[in-house]
């Protein structure tokens, strides 16, 4: 059967500048990080990325790397977007990055070489079908390669028609400033900064949202729901038994597994009922409390969590004592969750 998309899907959704440029994306985006690879079955992905289409999410996030085996991602959603999707191409922006390993030797393990960056971006268009993408990354910063290099060889992305408009992530606030500049040069804004944060990992509130604010640069949010701690997957812990089996198989520390810690876990979860809200929907509203963020990623394993997701559009806004109470227990200079630093 043909897929037709819901004609109510941009009733509900709401789409933000990314900083001062044109481009408006929605508030939720879908990442394509996990699930989208060899772990989940082509039929469930399809249903997964209908489902945010009809729901007014237009931001389809890859990397050469997602997936597994690499690349596996890129493919799934090609075979996809041309089977279902290709008919809406102008109404989807598809972003894809590279930065981190993807094959073997020196041209392809990490970096934001000219070689890299652009070999990458070739490939990643075979495994999409596409001729172009929105937006092309330097999925991290590289202190090996100088920043003008990495920004021509983006700039060359555009001029070479292969993507509209391109971005960074997880750049420090002062690499942000000199990318920019140096794109500025080549007359290529700079899009969007993909950045972590979350309610225990506030690194970007230091300097990195006013920077990204005066350049024009907008921010997408990663890593939102803290790799899972804001869910009720940790909220449900039994805070007498560390359920060692499930720990053993968590990519998060113990150490920010402490009994401390997952206790503050259960006062937020106790907020974000009083919201009327699951501990992962306040999380996801608190990170776009703030208009500067532009979007912010979801990763989704089902339809029902997608949905449940995009159901933080009823209630976005916080007032002062709530805002007050998650800092209580939130912000605590002990607590590590993964958190990027400045560099």
């Not at 020196?106 to 934001?112: C, E, F, H, M, N």
């Not at 409390?289 to 916080?318: H, M, P, W, Y």
Request: charged share 20%.
């Amino acid at each position: 059967m043909t897929y037709k998309a819901d004609k109510l899907r941009y009733e509900s959704m709401i789409y933000r500048k990314a900083g001062k440029n044109g481009l408006r994306l929605p508030i939720i985006s879908l990442g394509l990080w996990q699930n989208f690879g060899g772990e989940n079955t082509l039929e469930t992905q399809r249903e997964m990325l209908h489902t945010a289409f009809d729901l007014g999410i237009t931001h389809f996030d890859l990397a050469n790397n997602y997936g597994t085996p690499y690349g596996s991602a890129e493919l799934n959603f090609g075979k996809i977007f041309h089977q279902d999707l290709r008919q809406y191409r102008d109404e989807i922006i598809i972003s894809t990055k590279a930065g981190y390993d993807m094959w073997p030797g020196p041209y392809g393990q990490k970096g934001s070489s000219r070689k890299y960056l652009l070999a990458s971006l070739d490939q990643s268009l075979k495994r999409l079908k596409l001729d172009y993408v929105d937006i092309f990354y330097s999925h991290c910063f590289d202190k090996e390669t100088p920043l003008e290099e990495t920004a021509g060889a983006l700039a060359s992305a555009v001029t070479q028609g292969k993507t509209l408009y391109v971005g960074i992530s997880s750049y420090p606030s002062s690499k942000t400033i000199e990318i920019a500049n140096i794109l500025s040069k080549y007359n290529i804004p700079l899009l969007v900064n993909q950045s972590s944060y979350n309610m225990f990992n506030r690194w970007i509130e230091l300097k990195l949202l006013n920077i990204c604010e005066k350049y024009g640069v907008g921010i997408i949010a990663f890593s939102t729901l803290a790799q899972g701690l804001l869910t009720k997957k940790y909220s449900n812990y039994n805070l007498n038994n560390m359920l060692l089996k499930t720990l053993s198989r968590s990519t998060i520390s113990p150490t920010d597994l402490s009994i401390e810690n997952l206790t503050r876990i259960k006062y937020l979860e106790k907020i974000a009922k009083k919201r009327n809200q699951t501990l992962a929907q306040m999380a996801l509203s608190w990170v776009l409390r703030d208009t500067r963020i532009t979007s912010t990623l979801i990763g989704a394993s089902s339809c029902t969590q997608i949905r449940e997701n995009v159901d933080i559009l009823k209630n976005l806004t916080f007032n002062k004592e709530e805002l007050i109470e998650i800092d209580s227990f939130a912000i605590d200079g002990s607590v590590n969750f993964g958190r990027q630093q400045e560099i």
